[in-house]
């Protein structure tokens, strides 16, 4: 188990996963699991057994990055102010995060948006798996505006709205959902490129958002618009905290790395909360 771990795990998460090992399920996964899982091609679905329960998965690949992160990492704990806090997970794609805010927060409000029609159902199902029923579920993208778009599958975690998309799926506007919200004590986005033109059209109701995580997607030969991100955290209050994620190119000035897409993702993380991380 502790080679299996080592090999999954990047070096600066090995303690944080060491102190599990010896545990049949760590972090719900039992270790045939995530054996069985290592070995599957790419896009084939399957379904786990994820906390003694059922979760369908559309690619293991994607499953095992996400279930890194959330569950080894923690990277979305935040701390709230009460025990129903309102979290909003844009981009909820098997619904890891919603279950991971349920964990930590079992009273918590959760409001989760996927565009993709297939994946919206295991998200459906999943949550329903995982006594999270309650969680409202919307069927669409995070936008500016209210409108039909055009939508990229790609049977795992990238899917995009985009002109080369081979589905129609409903936009909303982002800005509609949060002023209908005194506040939200979570916003996690993971909207695949569209993070920014999203947060520019609601910058003026960020204040209603306590903690916020945000993924940016830095598109092939498209104009960067890191700094237009993190103005926008600047203008709305935030403190935030940039990691790298996913593609990473270790000698940009040579070579430059792309994966789906992007030659750059960040995971930024904002917050207003002063204090340490003990949460």
């Known amino acids: 188990m502790r080679n299996l771990l ?6 600066r998460t090995r303690d944080l996963a060491r102190s599990l090992l010896g545990r049949n399920q760590p972090y719900g996964l039992a270790e045939s699991e995530l054996r069985r899982l290592q070995g599957l091609p790419r896009y084939a679905a399957t379904e786990v057994k994820f906390f003694g329960r059922p979760l369908q998965v559309c690619d293991a690949a994607s499953f095992l990055s996400a279930w890194r992160e959330i569950f080894i990492e923690q990277i979305y704990r935040f701390r709230a102010t009460g025990p129903e806090p309102l979290v909003i997970d844009a981009g909820a794609n098997l619904g890891l995060a919603s ?9 918590a409000r959760v409001i989760a948006l996927e565009p993709d029609p297939q994946i ?4 459906r199902n999943n949550l329903q798996a995982h006594s999270a029923e309650t969680v409202q ?33 409903q936009g909303m506007r982002f800005l509609t959902l949060l002023e209908q919200h005194e506040r939200v004590d979570f916003l996690k986005m993971d909207i695949e490129g569209a993070e920014v033109r999203v947060l520019l059209d609601c910058e003026s109701e960020l204040d209603r958002v306590e903690n916020i995580f945000v993924e940016y997607h830095s598109a092939v030969a498209q104009p960067q618009q890191l700094s237009q991100l993190l103005g926008v955290l600047e203008r709305a209050g ?7 994620a996913g593609v990473c190119s270790r000698q940009p000035l040579l070579h430059r790395q792309a994966e789906a897409g992007f030659d750059l993702q960040l995971n930024i993380f904002g917050t207003r909360a002063a204090g340490d991380d003990s949460v």
């Not at 080592?6 to 070096?11: E, S």
């Not at 055009?150 to 709205?161: E, H, P």
Request: charged fraction near 15%.
């Open 137 to 169: 579920i919307l069927n669409c993208a995070a936008w500016d505006a209210d409108e039909s778009l055009l939508f990229a599958q790609d049977q795992a975690d990238s899917g995009r709205v985009g002109l080369c998309g081979q589905v129609r799926v």
């Open 120 to 123: 919206c159902q295991l998200l």
């Open 238 to 244: 935030f403190r935030y905290y940039v990691q790298q």
């Open 6 to 11: 080592r090999a999954l795990l990047p070096a």
């Open 99 to 107: 279950i991971a805010s349920r964990q930590q927060y079992p009273g």
